[in-house]
């Protein structure tokens, strides 16, 4: 994900020039907070989806950044949170965990959730995450 640095208008990573104000746009979003972004994995109209490390720890995150379109404000987010603290008390083993919410100090909102190496959900169905059968099937 780009971000314009004359407007602020959050771009795709292959656009070049801003429709909003045509800047010249060429490097895309670096980091959020203390994580450095290593690589964009999906963009869509209300999230950008990230691999990232946590500079502090030196641990793999994926990152969920919130664009302006998606609509997350402080009543959504704080929503968000309460669901989140819901999906803690779930076996740690058997679901992806998710971090945090947060908002950056650019003004974003993200997710922050615990990074499994997989390609795709066939890598990661072979990974050994789900080593107990009973797990998959559930």
């Known amino acids: 994900m780009k971000q314009c640095h004359h407007c602020g208008q959050l771009l795709a990573e292959k656009i070049t020039t801003c429709p909003t104000c045509g800047s010249e746009v060429v490097e895309g979003i670096q980091s959020i907070d203390h994580y450095r972004i290593v690589s964009v994995l999906h963009e869509?109209?209300?999230?950008v989806l990230c691999h990232a490390i946590n500079a502090e720890t030196q641990k793999?995150?994926?990152i969920r950044i919130f664009t302006?379109?998606?609509g997350v404000?402080?009543?959504?987010a704080a929503r968000l949170k309460q669901e989140l603290e819901?999906?803690?008390?779930?076996?740690e083993d058997y679901f992806v965990r998710h971090?945090?919410?947060r908002k950056s100090e650019s003004g974003l909102w993200y997710r922050v959730s615990?990074?499994?190496p997989a390609k795709n959900w066939g890598h990661l169905l072979a990974s050994d995450h789900f080593k107990d059968s009973r797990t998959f099937f559930d």
Do not use: F, M, N, R
């Not at 404000?73 to 959504?76: Q, R």
């Open 99 to 101: 971090l945090e919410i």
């Open 68 to 70: 302006p379109q998606s």
């Open 86 to 91: 819901t999906l803690k008390k779930l076996p």
């Open 44 to 47: 869509g109209y209300s999230s």
């Open 73 to 76: 404000d402080e009543k959504i």
């Open 60 to 62: 793999d995150v994926a």
């Open 114 to 116: 615990e990074w499994i």
